[in-house]
């Protein structure tokens, strides 16, 4: 099989590797020579580069390619990518070839793109996960559309994505450009993920004064069971970096976090579908919040430092907590997924997804079972749910900040506990006459209800 990938940056260049490494032939293009000749360096010292064709004229890359072309693309999201596309374009590439666009795109790009190119080549999604390790060694493929050039290249990114108790972490997991859909609520997934454990280290370290070190013990020692994690374990290792002078690694580092937009498209789509992910805006604001600190354009919202409380706090019941938090971020990115896919008519299979996150991916953890189980095992775990309870109610008398245990426990608290929703409604009521829906399911006013002799102005 042969392929073309233009993009060589620290995914391209990974992925190219890997290609290789699964036995396709590879024409990869890098607008800059240099980038290119690092790659066929690389692939020379791995014995691996008789299959791959480096050029930097995208003519070249077209000429070289057997028809039907297949052409993967892994560069920056946003204009780019339709420079990229016209470019190939006019480089000569034609209707029945396929490029799949692999970068964090936005999926409503993608609709655009699909309408856009439609006379043109075949364009079809694939959000990829794993960073440069998962990249080379085999990624998390989130692939969508029913493109007949999904068929040629189908099998082999089979083998090239990880693969889970032999079955691989590729698939093409709806209609359109789901795929991006779900490589973006992965993100939003992780954002609030690692703010979780970015929280847990907080209660542990300025709640308890444990050192960073500490704390990377026992992260350590959770790894070791079912709460074994890509992003848990990293944590762990950050934890346990020190200088030479026996300073904290994540001591030298500035504390405001930076994004590239997937976490934030997940909230605006969230919030635009109007589904539930507090956890995942909660994650999203709370780096926004990072940079509300001294930065010159909100220096008037920067308040003075103030005291924080120290807590006692059970390891195990933290450990329950994040164990029941975690399951729940991942429940409302499936919900978003879920929710969008039947207002778009994608048919996204929320196994197939589940499947694409069980390796290679930033997200992948050992109790991704307990998250296909659904939303009634959740419902039975009550320790844990009375552990995050508990939990969430003293990292917060600590003073300390917690957006997302707080936003998670408010969720299931919302969800499982009596609603104060009718007061709001009667509210809306009151002012704006905008109507009440009573417990029989009369659509009605307060007024029809009970005698209001005066209203208060
Ligand atoms: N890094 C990560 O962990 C992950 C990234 N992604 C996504 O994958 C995509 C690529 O990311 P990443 O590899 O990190 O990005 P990099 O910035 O490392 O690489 C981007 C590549 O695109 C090339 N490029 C830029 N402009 C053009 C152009 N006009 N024509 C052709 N090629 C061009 C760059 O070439 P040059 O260097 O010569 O300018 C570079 O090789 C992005 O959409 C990203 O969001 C997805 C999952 C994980
Ligand atoms: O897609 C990814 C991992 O899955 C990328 O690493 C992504 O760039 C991370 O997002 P951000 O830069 O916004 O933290």
């Not at 004064?209 to 944590?235: D, M, Q």
């Not at 109507?435 to 005698?451: F, M, N, Q, Y």
Request: proline residues 2%; contains cysteine.
């Amino acid at each position: 099989m042969q392929v073309a990938l233009v993009g060589l940056g620290v995914m391209g260049k990974n992925l190219a590797l890997n290609l290789i490494e699964k036995g396709m032939t590879l024409v990869a293009y890098d607008k800059n020579p240099e980038v290119g000749a690092e790659l066929l360096s690389c692939a020379q010292s791995l014995g691996m580069a008789e299959r791959l064709h480096i050029v930097s004229d995208l003519g070249d890359m077209i000429r070289r390619l057997e028809t039907p072309r297949s052409i993967l693309l892994l560069v920056p999201a946003g204009e780019l990518v339709d420079k990229v596309c016209s470019d190939l374009v006019e480089a000569g590439v034609e209707k029945e070839d396929i490029i799949v666009d692999c970068g964090n795109s936005n999926y409503k790009d993608g609709i655009a793109r699909k309408l856009k190119y439609q006379n043109k080549f075949e364009f079809a999604t694939m959000g990829i996960s794993g960073g440069a390790e998962g990249a080379r060694h085999g990624p998390a493929m989130m692939a969508s559309g029913s493109e007949g050039g999904w068929e040629r290249i189908e099998p082999w990114f089979e083998k090239v994505a990880a693969s889970y108790n032999n079955e691989s972490c590729f698939a093409r997991v709806g209609q359109s450009a789901s795929g991006h859909f779900v490589k973006m609520v992965h993100n939003g997934i992780e954002y609030a993920l690692m703010q979780l454990i970015a929280e847990v280290y907080q209660l542990l370290r300025h709640g308890t004064g444990r050192s960073p070190k500490e704390v990377a013990e026992i992260f350590e020692s959770w790894s070791e069971g079912n709460l074994n994690s890509y992003l848990l374990a990293i944590s762990s290792h950050i934890l346990s970096l020190e200088t030479e002078q026996g300073e904290s690694l994540v001591d030298l580092i500035d504390n405001k976090v930076g994004a590239k937009g997937t976490g934030l498209w997940t909230a605006q789509n969230a919030l635009e579908l109007g589904i539930a992910v507090p956890s995942l805006v909660a994650a999203v604001q709370a780096r926004h919040l990072t940079n509300t600190i001294d930065t010159p354009a909100a220096k008037e919202m920067t308040y003075a430092a103030k005291s924080t409380e120290s807590v006692e706090v059970d390891l195990d019941e933290l450990k329950q907590a994040f164990y029941f938090a975690s399951l729940l971020c991942y429940r409302q990115g499936l919900a978003l997924i879920k929710g969008a896919s039947r207002a778009h008519q994608w048919k996204v299979d929320l196994n197939k997804t589940l499947q694409t996150w069980r390796a290679g991916c930033i997200i992948r953890a050992d109790y991704l079972d307990d998250v296909a189980q659904g939303v009634e095992f959740i419902d039975s775990l009550e320790e844990p749910a009375l552990a995050l309870r508990r939990t969430t109610g003293k990292a917060i008398a600590t003073g300390l900040s917690f957006p997302v245990l707080a936003a998670t426990q408010t969720y299931i608290a919302t969800l499982s506990t009596p609603s104060n929703g009718h007061l709001v409604q009667a509210q809306r009521d009151y002012f704006g006459e905008h109507g009440i829906k009573t417990h029989s399911g009369e659509t009605c006013h307060l007024t029809d209800l009970v005698e209001i002799d005066a209203k208060v102005r």
